[in-house]
């Protein structure tokens, strides 16, 4: 499968900061993960869950930080 480039042209938020999980999501993420680190099985449920918060983390961080380098760029 080939990659694809497309372009979106939109409004950053001023506030990087809502580029992240939210608080409760983020404190579910983190007991999912400290489960599976003591060693404890994860239902199938809960492993699903924690590979797409984990995916949607990844994402936002990713999208936080082409949005502080397009800041950077713009104010150059």
């Known amino acids: ?3 694809q480039h497309v372009l979106i042209d939109l409004e950053m938020p ?3 900061d809502k580029f992240r999980l939210p ?4 404190e579910r ?3 999912l993960l400290d489960r ?3 060693g404890e099985a ?3 449920a809960e492993r699903l869950e924690a590979e797409g918060l984990v995916i949607l983390a990844e994402l936002l961080s990713l ?9 950077q760029l713009a104010s150059n």
């Open 1 to 3: 499968m080939m990659s």
């Open 14 to 16: 001023a506030d990087l």
């Open 23 to 26: 608080k409760g999501v983020d």
């Open 29 to 31: 993420l983190q007991y």
């Open 36 to 38: 599976q680190d003591r």
């Open 42 to 44: 994860l239902t199938p």
């Open 63 to 71: 999208l936080r930080l082409r949005a502080q380098r397009a800041i």
